[in-house]
Protein backbone atom coordinates (compact mmCIF):
# COMPACT_ATOMS: atom_id res chain seq x y z
CA UNK A 1 0.00 0.00 0.00
CA UNK A 2 1.42 3.65 -0.86
CA UNK A 3 1.43 5.78 1.87
CA UNK A 4 -0.57 9.07 1.11
CA UNK A 5 1.49 12.13 0.74
CA UNK A 6 0.07 15.76 1.26
CA UNK A 7 -0.07 17.63 -2.32
CA UNK A 8 2.94 20.53 -1.71
CA UNK A 9 1.79 23.95 -3.12
CA UNK A 10 4.52 25.52 -5.32
CA UNK A 11 6.46 27.81 -3.42
CA UNK A 12 5.21 30.75 -6.05
CA UNK A 13 1.80 30.22 -4.98
CA UNK A 14 2.89 30.04 -1.25
CA UNK A 15 3.84 33.33 -1.15
CA UNK A 16 1.69 35.02 -3.74
CA UNK A 17 -0.29 36.89 -0.81
CA UNK A 18 3.25 38.09 0.93
CA UNK A 19 4.30 39.69 -3.08
CA UNK A 20 0.70 41.15 -3.43
CA UNK A 21 0.88 42.70 0.19
CA UNK A 22 4.36 44.07 -0.49
CA UNK A 23 5.34 47.51 -0.84
CA UNK A 24 8.21 46.53 -2.74
CA UNK A 25 8.62 48.55 -6.24
CA UNK A 26 11.56 47.83 -8.70
CA UNK A 27 13.63 50.34 -8.99
CA UNK A 28 16.70 50.03 -11.38
CA UNK A 29 20.58 50.54 -10.44
CA UNK A 30 21.67 51.57 -13.36
CA UNK A 31 20.20 54.28 -15.54
CA UNK A 32 17.96 52.62 -18.49
CA UNK A 33 18.88 53.60 -22.30
CA UNK A 34 16.27 56.16 -22.73
CA UNK A 35 17.26 57.73 -19.49
CA UNK A 36 20.56 57.85 -20.69
CA UNK A 37 19.91 59.30 -24.22
CA UNK A 38 18.06 62.07 -22.58
CA UNK A 39 20.90 63.12 -20.13
CA UNK A 40 23.55 62.91 -23.47
CA UNK A 41 21.06 65.43 -25.04
CA UNK A 42 21.15 67.87 -22.31
CA UNK A 43 24.58 67.36 -21.39
CA UNK A 44 25.66 68.11 -25.33
CA UNK A 45 26.38 71.69 -26.24
CA UNK A 46 24.76 73.10 -29.86
CA UNK A 47 26.93 74.01 -32.04
CA UNK A 48 27.87 77.68 -32.92
CA UNK A 49 24.86 79.49 -34.24
CA UNK A 50 24.47 83.03 -36.35
CA UNK A 51 21.35 85.17 -36.71
CA UNK A 52 19.21 83.70 -39.33
CA UNK A 53 19.43 87.16 -40.82
CA UNK A 54 23.16 86.73 -41.16
CA UNK A 55 23.92 87.65 -44.79
CA UNK A 56 26.26 84.80 -46.78
CA UNK A 57 27.15 85.65 -50.59
CA UNK A 58 26.14 82.24 -52.03
CA UNK A 59 28.88 82.73 -55.28
CA UNK A 60 31.59 83.65 -52.57
CA UNK A 61 35.05 81.30 -52.21
CA UNK A 62 36.66 80.75 -49.75
CA UNK A 63 40.37 78.89 -48.60
CA UNK A 64 41.16 77.16 -45.43
CA UNK A 65 42.74 74.63 -43.72
CA UNK A 66 41.31 70.93 -42.68
CA UNK A 67 41.56 70.86 -38.59
CA UNK A 68 39.96 68.04 -37.79
CA UNK A 69 37.93 64.79 -39.72
CA UNK A 70 36.20 61.99 -38.77
CA UNK A 71 36.40 59.59 -41.72
CA UNK A 72 33.86 56.72 -40.59
CA UNK A 73 31.44 59.99 -39.07
CA UNK A 74 31.76 61.59 -42.34
CA UNK A 75 32.25 65.30 -40.52
CA UNK A 76 34.93 67.50 -39.81
CA UNK A 77 36.14 71.11 -39.38
CA UNK A 78 38.01 73.91 -41.13
CA UNK A 79 39.91 76.93 -40.14
CA UNK A 80 39.12 79.68 -42.51
CA UNK A 81 41.87 81.47 -43.87
CA UNK A 82 40.01 85.06 -44.06
CA UNK A 83 39.15 85.94 -40.52
CA UNK A 84 35.82 86.97 -39.79
CA UNK A 85 34.04 85.79 -41.89
CA UNK A 86 32.65 82.92 -39.55
CA UNK A 87 32.60 82.45 -35.51
CA UNK A 88 35.65 81.72 -34.49
CA UNK A 89 36.91 81.19 -38.03
CA UNK A 90 36.16 77.33 -37.61
CA UNK A 91 33.17 76.20 -39.78
CA UNK A 92 31.74 72.29 -39.84
CA UNK A 93 31.84 70.20 -43.29
CA UNK A 94 29.51 67.39 -43.80
CA UNK A 95 31.39 64.69 -46.57
CA UNK A 96 28.42 65.44 -48.70
CA UNK A 97 30.11 68.71 -49.69
CA UNK A 98 33.41 67.52 -50.67
CA UNK A 99 34.05 66.77 -54.50
CA UNK A 100 35.85 63.95 -54.48
CA UNK A 101 36.90 61.47 -56.81
CA UNK A 102 36.94 58.54 -53.99
CA UNK A 103 34.62 56.19 -53.84
CA UNK A 104 34.22 57.33 -49.91
CA UNK A 105 35.16 61.02 -50.12
CA UNK A 106 36.85 61.92 -46.74
CA UNK A 107 39.67 64.40 -45.95
CA UNK A 108 42.73 64.25 -43.82
CA UNK A 109 44.48 67.11 -41.45
CA UNK A 110 46.50 69.98 -42.58
CA UNK A 111 44.89 69.91 -45.91
CA UNK A 112 44.40 73.15 -48.27
CA UNK A 113 40.77 73.56 -49.34
CA UNK A 114 38.48 76.13 -51.05
CA UNK A 115 34.57 76.21 -50.21
CA UNK A 116 31.87 78.13 -50.32
CA UNK A 117 29.56 79.05 -47.25
CA UNK A 118 25.45 78.16 -46.88
CA UNK A 119 23.58 78.82 -44.00
CA UNK A 120 21.70 75.22 -42.37
CA UNK A 121 18.67 75.08 -39.97
CA UNK A 122 19.98 72.86 -36.74
CA UNK A 123 18.71 71.08 -34.10
CA UNK A 124 15.57 70.62 -35.43
CA UNK A 125 15.70 73.83 -36.80
CA UNK A 126 15.28 75.87 -33.77
CA UNK A 127 19.18 77.69 -34.91
CA UNK A 128 20.78 78.44 -37.93
CA UNK A 129 24.53 77.67 -38.51
CA UNK A 130 27.31 77.92 -40.85
CA UNK A 131 28.51 74.98 -43.29
CA UNK A 132 31.11 74.37 -45.69
CA UNK A 133 29.59 73.50 -49.47
CA UNK A 134 31.19 72.42 -52.86
CA UNK A 135 34.45 71.82 -51.01
CA UNK A 136 37.74 71.19 -53.37
CA UNK A 137 41.74 71.65 -53.48
CA UNK A 138 42.87 74.90 -53.86
CA UNK A 139 42.08 75.76 -57.61
CA UNK A 140 38.99 73.93 -58.03
CA UNK A 141 40.54 70.42 -58.25
CA UNK A 142 38.30 67.04 -57.13
CA UNK A 143 39.72 65.69 -53.68
CA UNK A 144 41.19 62.03 -54.76
CA UNK A 145 43.16 60.90 -51.36
CA UNK A 146 41.74 56.99 -51.52
CA UNK A 147 44.64 55.72 -53.67
CA UNK A 148 47.55 56.62 -52.22
CA UNK A 149 45.95 55.82 -48.50
CA UNK A 150 45.25 52.70 -49.68
CA UNK A 151 48.62 51.91 -50.99
CA UNK A 152 50.56 52.60 -47.69
CA UNK A 153 47.61 50.73 -45.52
CA UNK A 154 46.40 47.69 -47.63
CA UNK A 155 47.77 44.66 -48.62
CA UNK A 156 46.59 43.32 -52.17
CA UNK A 157 46.12 40.14 -54.39
CA UNK A 158 47.86 40.69 -57.04
CA UNK A 159 48.89 44.44 -56.85
CA UNK A 160 46.58 47.68 -56.25
CA UNK A 161 45.93 47.74 -59.62
CA UNK A 162 44.93 44.49 -60.84
CA UNK A 163 40.91 43.96 -61.31
CA UNK A 164 38.96 40.52 -60.95
CA UNK A 165 35.28 40.10 -62.62
CA UNK A 166 32.44 38.50 -60.92
CA UNK A 167 28.68 39.01 -60.17
CA UNK A 168 27.12 41.21 -56.98
CA UNK A 169 25.12 38.40 -55.57
CA UNK A 170 23.70 41.91 -53.26
CA UNK A 171 24.51 44.90 -51.77
CA UNK A 172 22.80 46.12 -48.73
CA UNK A 173 23.41 49.68 -47.72
CA UNK A 174 21.48 49.30 -43.97
CA UNK A 175 23.49 46.65 -43.24
CA UNK A 176 26.66 48.28 -45.11
CA UNK A 177 27.79 44.57 -46.83
CA UNK A 178 27.00 42.25 -49.25
CA UNK A 179 28.98 39.31 -51.17
CA UNK A 180 30.23 38.67 -54.86
CA UNK A 181 31.38 35.87 -56.71
CA UNK A 182 34.49 36.08 -58.56
CA UNK A 183 34.01 34.55 -62.12
CA UNK A 184 36.37 31.57 -62.56
CA UNK A 185 39.50 31.22 -64.49
CA UNK A 186 41.68 33.48 -62.62
CA UNK A 187 45.03 32.55 -61.20
CA UNK A 188 45.04 33.21 -57.47
CA UNK A 189 45.92 31.32 -54.38
CA UNK A 190 43.63 28.59 -53.42
CA UNK A 191 43.67 29.96 -49.75
CA UNK A 192 41.49 32.90 -51.43
CA UNK A 193 36.91 32.18 -51.63
CA UNK A 194 35.38 32.32 -54.76
CA UNK A 195 33.01 34.36 -52.47
CA UNK A 196 33.95 37.72 -51.10
CA UNK A 197 32.42 39.92 -48.87
CA UNK A 198 31.72 43.59 -49.84
CA UNK A 199 31.84 46.46 -47.14
CA UNK A 200 30.27 50.05 -47.94
CA UNK A 201 33.76 51.82 -48.00
CA UNK A 202 34.85 49.58 -50.84
CA UNK A 203 31.40 50.40 -53.12
CA UNK A 204 32.34 53.26 -55.50
CA UNK A 205 29.61 54.85 -55.80
CA UNK A 206 31.00 58.48 -57.14
CA UNK A 207 30.99 59.64 -53.92
CA UNK A 208 27.31 59.09 -53.17
CA UNK A 209 25.65 56.53 -50.79
CA UNK A 210 25.67 53.01 -52.39
CA UNK A 211 21.90 51.76 -53.21
CA UNK A 212 20.60 48.41 -52.59
CA UNK A 213 21.92 45.87 -55.72
CA UNK A 214 21.90 42.38 -56.85
CA UNK A 215 22.72 40.17 -59.33
CA UNK A 216 24.87 42.55 -60.85
CA UNK A 217 28.11 42.43 -62.91
CA UNK A 218 30.73 43.90 -61.59
CA UNK A 219 34.77 44.67 -61.45
CA UNK A 220 37.15 44.87 -58.18
CA UNK A 221 40.19 44.13 -56.86
CA UNK A 222 41.16 41.56 -53.66
CA UNK A 223 42.98 42.73 -50.36
CA UNK A 224 43.55 40.82 -47.41
CA UNK A 225 42.85 42.21 -44.02
CA UNK A 226 45.39 42.15 -40.60
CA UNK A 227 43.36 39.03 -39.44
CA UNK A 228 43.67 37.04 -43.03
CA UNK A 229 40.48 38.03 -44.54
CA UNK A 230 39.92 38.45 -47.88
CA UNK A 231 38.11 41.28 -49.17
CA UNK A 232 36.88 42.81 -52.19
CA UNK A 233 38.90 46.58 -53.04
CA UNK A 234 36.94 49.22 -55.00
CA UNK A 235 34.23 47.69 -56.81
CA UNK A 236 32.58 49.19 -59.96
CA UNK A 237 30.89 48.32 -62.98
CA UNK A 238 32.77 46.47 -65.48
CA UNK A 239 34.91 48.79 -67.06
CA UNK A 240 35.65 51.01 -64.08
CA UNK A 241 32.19 52.90 -63.72
CA UNK A 242 31.00 53.81 -60.83
CA UNK A 243 27.80 51.99 -59.28
CA UNK A 244 25.92 55.24 -59.62
CA UNK A 245 22.50 55.39 -59.60
CA UNK A 246 22.35 57.36 -63.04
CA UNK A 247 24.46 54.40 -64.44
CA UNK A 248 22.26 51.49 -62.92
CA UNK A 249 19.31 53.29 -64.34
CA UNK A 250 21.08 54.68 -67.83
CA UNK A 251 19.73 57.91 -66.92
CA UNK A 252 19.87 60.82 -68.80
CA UNK A 253 19.23 64.38 -67.75
CA UNK A 254 17.58 66.56 -69.99
CA UNK A 255 19.93 69.40 -68.92
CA UNK A 256 20.06 72.24 -66.64
CA UNK A 257 16.67 73.88 -67.36
CA UNK A 258 14.59 73.99 -64.25
CA UNK A 259 10.85 73.55 -63.59
CA UNK A 260 8.22 74.15 -61.09
CA UNK A 261 5.84 72.21 -59.55
CA UNK A 262 4.29 71.12 -56.23
CA UNK A 263 4.58 67.91 -54.08
CA UNK A 264 1.56 65.84 -54.83
CA UNK A 265 2.46 62.57 -52.80
CA UNK A 266 5.04 61.96 -50.49
CA UNK A 267 5.80 58.77 -48.42
CA UNK A 268 8.50 59.95 -46.09
CA UNK A 269 8.97 56.58 -44.96
CA UNK A 270 10.07 54.69 -47.34
CA UNK A 271 11.47 58.36 -49.22
CA UNK A 272 9.82 58.30 -52.45
CA UNK A 273 6.99 60.74 -54.08
CA UNK A 274 5.31 62.82 -57.13
CA UNK A 275 5.78 66.20 -58.39
CA UNK A 276 2.96 67.65 -60.19
CA UNK A 277 4.18 69.86 -62.59
CA UNK A 278 2.82 73.27 -62.94
CA UNK A 279 0.26 73.78 -65.69
CA UNK A 280 1.78 76.20 -67.49
CA UNK A 281 5.19 74.23 -67.72
CA UNK A 282 5.78 72.67 -71.03
CA UNK A 283 7.78 69.19 -70.66
CA UNK A 284 10.25 68.42 -73.54
CA UNK A 285 9.17 65.70 -75.74
CA UNK A 286 11.24 62.57 -74.91
CA UNK A 287 10.11 63.51 -71.50
CA UNK A 288 6.34 63.40 -72.68
CA UNK A 289 6.49 60.21 -74.16
CA UNK A 290 8.35 58.42 -71.55
CA UNK A 291 5.44 59.93 -69.02
CA UNK A 292 3.05 58.15 -71.74
CA UNK A 293 4.55 54.51 -71.75
CA UNK A 294 4.69 54.47 -67.73
CA UNK A 295 0.94 56.13 -67.83
CA UNK A 296 0.20 53.03 -69.90
CA UNK A 297 1.47 51.03 -68.00
CA UNK A 298 -0.30 51.83 -64.63
CA UNK A 299 -3.77 51.47 -66.85
CA UNK A 300 -2.91 47.97 -67.35
CA UNK A 301 -2.17 47.77 -63.79
CA UNK A 302 -5.54 48.78 -62.78
CA UNK A 303 -5.01 52.28 -61.55
CA UNK A 304 -6.46 55.27 -62.84
CA UNK A 305 -4.20 58.31 -63.98
CA UNK A 306 -5.76 61.88 -62.52
CA UNK A 307 -2.93 63.80 -64.05
CA UNK A 308 -0.56 63.40 -66.74
CA UNK A 309 2.34 65.91 -65.47
CA UNK A 310 3.21 63.70 -62.58
CA UNK A 311 6.74 63.61 -62.02
CA UNK A 312 8.22 60.20 -59.72
CA UNK A 313 11.13 61.52 -57.59
CA UNK A 314 12.94 60.09 -54.59
CA UNK A 315 14.58 61.34 -51.31
CA UNK A 316 18.42 61.26 -52.84
CA UNK A 317 16.95 63.09 -55.75
CA UNK A 318 16.40 66.29 -53.28
CA UNK A 319 18.47 69.01 -52.08
CA UNK A 320 20.51 68.72 -48.84
CA UNK A 321 18.42 69.18 -46.04
CA UNK A 322 14.94 69.45 -47.65
CA UNK A 323 11.97 67.97 -46.11
CA UNK A 324 9.59 67.34 -48.47
CA UNK A 325 5.64 68.06 -47.76
CA UNK A 326 2.64 67.66 -49.46
CA UNK A 327 1.66 70.83 -51.19
CA UNK A 328 5.29 72.06 -50.98
CA UNK A 329 6.22 74.51 -54.19
CA UNK A 330 9.46 73.45 -55.62
CA UNK A 331 11.89 73.62 -58.55
CA UNK A 332 13.81 70.81 -60.13
CA UNK A 333 15.42 69.15 -63.20
CA UNK A 334 14.54 66.06 -65.63
CA UNK A 335 15.89 63.01 -65.70
CA UNK A 336 14.58 59.64 -68.23
CA UNK A 337 15.89 56.43 -67.35
CA UNK A 338 14.86 52.91 -67.79
CA UNK A 339 11.85 53.24 -65.38
CA UNK A 340 9.98 56.29 -67.17
CA UNK A 341 10.86 60.58 -66.56
CA UNK A 342 11.26 61.77 -63.21
CA UNK A 343 12.42 64.81 -61.10
CA UNK A 344 16.07 65.69 -59.54
CA UNK A 345 18.24 68.43 -57.79
CA UNK A 346 14.61 69.43 -56.24
CA UNK A 347 14.57 72.08 -54.20
CA UNK A 348 12.11 74.49 -52.17
Known amino acids: MVPWVPVQKPWLKQNQNNYQNSQFQYQPSQPTYQNRWQQNQQQRKPPQSVPASFQVDPNMRYTGVVSFYAKWKGYGFVTVSQKGVVPNDRLFVHWRQVQSD ?16 MKWKDWNGNITTLRAKNLTLLGGMTVALQDDEDARSKTFIGGQNLRYTGVLK ?7 FGYVTMDQGYDVDPSVPSELRVETAEVNAGGHQPLYMKNLNVEFGIWRTHRGNYKVYNMTLPGGHPLTQDALENRISMGPQTYRGSVNIWNWRQGWGFILVDALQTLPPRVMAKLAHMQQIARQRGKSITNEKMLYFRRPD ?5 NPSRGMQVIFQLYIDDKGAGACDVHS
Request: glycine letters at 10%; charged letters at 30%; aromatic letters at 18%.
Open 318 to 322: CSQGL
Open 102 to 117: DRFPFLVKDLDVEFGI
Open 170 to 176: FFDPRCG
